[in-house]
């Protein structure tokens, strides 16, 4: 079963006279990874912020984990986790001071030091101030945060990005335990090395649309097939 698809999304900025997005599709079915790739200025930034309801396409249908999200925009938005590129965090809280607010807004209880040691978050980290935080540690911080509210879909812009290879290989690990877990994983990415070794399909994106898929797996392929498509 599909947990994301979008059919047929176009989206114009006012006073443009070409689409951002032209009738791109894309589908990711629970428990799948999918790594959506293309150069910058194809239109990933903005299909994402359709999916999240930043912005409106002017046709087209996306529909998360049953609920269409262009009728139903908060309910649909429920149904979704987003780490963004950039993390914003509360500097002066701590690991454990964000988990507690986060999971109170949300009106779920959770155990705060439970998620944070599934999350991959060292212990000693917990109760240090998140000013003190490595990008890898504000990545996974963000990731736990996101997965709060039990999500269907994740979302991830560059997750990889400025990360050391350690780091980068605990997310990889990560992505595939949410996968495990029935979560559909949507990662926008420039890593397809990274990414394409847990990714079961690498979507290559230009001109507003998915122009082609191929299955994740080895990263020279995929390195070649992202030049050729770049």
């Excluded at 194809?42 to 262009?70: E, M, N, S």
């Excluded at 993390?87 to 109170?104: A, K, N, P, Q």
């Excluded at 350690?166 to 949507?186: M, N």
């Excluded at 394409?196 to 995929?222: C, N, P, S, W």
């Amino acid at each position: 079963m599909n947990a994301l698809e979008i059919r047929e999304v176009q989206f114009r900025y006012r006073g443009r006279r070409e689409a951002v997005l032209a009738s791109a599709e894309l589908a990711v079915a629970a428990g799948e990874v999918y790594c959506l790739a293309g150069p910058n200025g194809v239109g990933k930034t903005t299909l994402v912020g359709c999916i999240l309801g930043f912005v409106r396409p002017q046709k087209g249908r996306i529909v998360i984990a049953g609920v269409d999200a262009l009728v139903e925009p908060r309910r649909a938005r429920s149904l979704l986790g987003y780490v963004p590129e950039n993390v914003s965090l509360w500097d002066l809280l701590t690991g454990l001071e964000h988990v507690t607010l986060i999971s109170h807004l949300l009106g779920v209880p959770v155990d705060a030091a439970r998620v944070l040691g599934e999350g991959g978050l060292p212990e000693q980290a917990w109760r240090q101030r998140v000013a003190t935080y490595s990008k890898g540690m504000r990545q996974k911080l963000a990731l736990v945060l996101a997965l709060l509210g039990q999500p269907k879909v994740a979302i991830l812009d560059e997750p990889t990005s400025g990360l050391d290879p350690e780091a980068s290989h605990q997310l990889i690990e990560r992505l595939r335990q949410l996968a495990r877990d029935g979560v559909a994983v949507l990662a926008v990415s420039h890593d397809v090395v990274a990414l394409g070794t847990v990714a079961h399909r690498v979507g290559f994106m230009r001109a507003g649309r998915i122009e082609k898929e191929v299955q994740g797996g080895d990263a020279a392929t995929l390195v070649e097939l992202f030049r050729a498509e770049g």
